[in-house]
C-alpha cells in the first residue's frame, strides 16, 4: 500500500495539508489545518434558476432549475461568490458536504452528473486543489425543484484583522429587542462596594444561563 500524498500550502506555521492516498482521485482522504489558519463556515447553499431573470415564485418544474450538473455548478458558483466576497478563493475550500436528491425523471441520485458539475471547479488550470467531501442522498430539499444543497468550509492564512480568538458571523447580530429574552438584575446584596462596579445581567437562553462577566451555567 502506498504512502499517503500530503499537499502542503501556505507559509511555515500557517497550513493547510491536504492528504490524498490515490494521486488520482475526485477528493481527498482528508485534511489538517494548522492552528495559524483561520476557517469560514459556509452555509448549505441552492441552485438558482436556468434564468436568472426568473423569480423562484414562477418555478415550476425541475427544468426551470437544471439536472443535478446544472444545479451543482449554480451552487459552485454561488460559493464561489460568496468566498470572494470574504477574500477566499475556491483553492481555499477544504471540505464540502453534499446533499443530493432523487431527480423525479429518475428516481435516482444522478450522483455522476453532481461529479460532473465538480469537476468544473476543482483539480482544473484555475483551481489544482480538490476538498475532502461528504454526499448524502436525502428523500428531498427545502423546495420541491431543488437537486442538491452544497455546505462549505475554507481556510486560509490568517489576516491581521481577525485575531487570534475572534469569531465573525456574516449576518444580522441575533439579540435583538423582539427575542423573547429575560434579563434579571443579580442580588444587589452581593454586588461589590468596588468604585464603577456594575452588577452582572444575566439572560436565560433556555436552560443556560449568561452572565455578562463570561460565566454560564445551569438555570
Not at 128 to 141: D, E, H
Amino acid at each position: 500500500m502506498s504512502a499517503a500524498l500530503v499537499l502542503a500550502a501556505g507559509s511555515a506555521g500557517a497550513e493547510v495539508n491536504r492528504i490524498k492516498g490515490n494521486p488520482n482521485a475526485l477528493i481527498l482522504d482528508g485534511v489538517r489545518v494548522s492552528d495559524d489558519m483561520e476557517t469560514f463556515y459556509l452555509s448549505g447553499q441552492l441552485a438558482s434558476p436556468v434564468d436568472p431573470k426568473k423569480p423562484m415564485a414562477e418555478v415550476k418544474s425541475v427544468e426551470d432549475m437544471g439536472d443535478s450538473k446544472a444545479q451543482t455548478v449554480s451552487v459552485l458558483t454561488k460559493i464561489k461568490g460568496l468566498l470572494e466576497a470574504q477574500g477566499y478563493k475556491m483553492s481555499d475550500l477544504i471540505k464540502l458536504t453534499l446533499f443530493v436528491a432523487a431527480d423525479p425523471k429518475t428516481g435516482k441520485m444522478d450522483f455522476a452528473g453532481v461529479n460532473d458539475g465538480f469537476k468544473q471547479f476543482f483539480g482544473t488550470a484555475e483551481n489544482p486543489n480538490t476538498v475532502a467531501r461528504s454526499t448524502f442522498q436525502v428523500a428531498a430539499l427545502v423546495g420541491p425543484y431543488y437537486l442538491i444543497e452544497i455546505e462549505a468550509i475554507a481556510a486560509k492564512k490568517k489576516s491581521g484583522a481577525i485575531g487570534a480568538a475572534m469569531i465573525q458571523r456574516f449576518k444580522m447580530p441575533l439579540d435583538t429587542p423582539d427575542n423573547n429574552q429575560e434579563a434579571e438584575q443579580s442580588d444587589p446584596s452581593k454586588a461589590s462596594t468596588s468604585p464603577g462596579y456594575r452588577p452582572p445581567v444575566r439572560q436565560k437562553r433556555g436552560s443556560l444561563v449568561y452572565y455578562a462577566n463570561g460565566d454560564s451555567r445551569r438555570g
